[in-house]
């Protein structure tokens, strides 16, 4: 018994001691995993963060047939020194340099350095764009801070009411349907609210090109008032931005202005030799308000009556045609009530009578004058 015992003790001590050196290997194995987890987490955090702030300055372009979004190396190192703050959301790596930051994105994936693809001067212009709308992938995918762009490579994630607003589409697609079924004074509210926006967008649009051609001619400046009314992808505040930024591009030639100052006045004498009179805007005006009161006064039991009407009769086949055997029936004969210049056969037979009786006083008359 004592054997035995000492034995099952033995078989114990070599068991917690043959475990300890497996636990403390799996835990020393897990470890970096877990820091690696970690690490990957707390950049692609501060990747979405830096992403979503509006101090960095970013473009859209396209790069290999695709939309990104991209920003360059200066204003990424700028972007860091004006909001060191941010680097919190790297825990323990927040001391890393700029530099040792873009190169830990870049091997995440997180992050693609690009090039633009023009490399040259274009005529006309002192020196390249400063955000080019194309783009390729450059071969070494290290940071530099001189002209060098940088995109993302995740998707971006949409706020809540981005997504409500993508659900609310289908609703506003049935609206539109049966905007027929609207009351009267809906749709005039519809109408006249969509013909104002349009207007509203056709005048800023006028006045920008206005403004535009006007300086450009006289002074020799490019000025674009609300420069990115235009643009596809721009926040609500650079949306309606009135003034533009600086016009870096050379100042065109006296030649080049006046050509175009006689292009358009050429283009306004055509105009108003070719401008319609008052009873042309007349007619125009009501063309145009007979198919709106067509549109407002159509409704979907109006255009099942008329397409009802419009079905023709058929004939049964089996009901013997008299119309072959005999002639015209008497209603036949008979032009409608309705028509103009049709007289009935009461109509007829009365002035006969009132024929006959003048005849027989006329002869009366002339019987006793013999």
């Known amino acids: 018994m004592k054997k035995s015992g000492g034995a099952a003790d033995k078989k114990r001590v070599r068991r917690s001691s043959g475990a300890v050196p497996n636990g403390t290997r799996d835990l020393n194995s897990d470890t970096p995993r877990r820091k690696q987890a970690a690490k990957k987490d707390v950049f692609q955090l501060f990747a979405e963060k830096v992403r979503d702030h509006k101090g960095l300055v970013s473009r859209w372009a396209v790069l290999q047939e695709t939309r990104v979004e991209y920003f360059r190396g200066k204003d990424f190192v700028g972007f860091l020194k004006n909001h060191p703050e941010i680097k919190d959301i790297l825990e323990s790596n927040k001391n890393l340099e700029v530099e040792e930051i873009v190169d830990t994105l870049l091997s995440k994936k997180l992050l693609v350095r690009c090039d633009r693809v023009v490399k040259t001067v274009r005529p006309g212009k002192k020196k390249l764009s400063t955000w080019p709308a194309h783009l390729e992938i450059f071969p070494d995918q290290v940071f530099s801070e001189n002209d060098s762009f940088f995109a993302w490579t995740f998707v971006k994630q949409r706020p809540l009411w981005q997504t409500l607003l993508s659900l609310s589409w289908p609703v506003l697609t049935l609206a539109i349907c049966l905007f027929p079924v609207y009351p009267h004074g809906c749709k005039l509210l519809i109408l006249y609210s969509c013909a104002g926006l349009l207007l509203l967008i056709f005048s800023l649009l006028s006045l920008r090109a206005t403004v535009f051609g006007a300086l450009y001619i006289i002074l020799g400046k490019r000025v674009w008032l609300f420069p990115n009314i235009l643009a596809e992808e721009a926040t609500l505040g650079e949306l309606f931005r009135l003034w533009p930024n600086k016009d870096e591009e050379e100042r065109p030639k006296w ?70 055997d005999s002639g015209p029936t008497d209603s036949e004969k008979v032009p409608p009530a309705g028509d103009e210049g049709g007289e009935t056969i009461l109509e007829q037979h009365e002035d006969e009578e009132i024929e006959n009786i003048e005849d027989a006083a006329d002869q009366h008359q002339h019987q006793d004058h013999i």
Do not use: C
């Open 255 to 324: 030649t080049t202005r006046l050509f175009y100052a006689l292009l358009a006045v050429l283009v306004i004498l055509l105009l108003r030799h070719h401008a319609p009179d008052e009873a042309a805007r007349a007619r125009y005006q009501k063309r145009m308000s007979n198919i709106i009161d067509d549109v407002l006064e159509w409704s979907p039991s109006l255009a099942l009556s008329g397409m009802m009407e419009k079905q023709p009769t058929v004939v049964n086949a089996t009901e013997p045609n008299d119309f072959t």
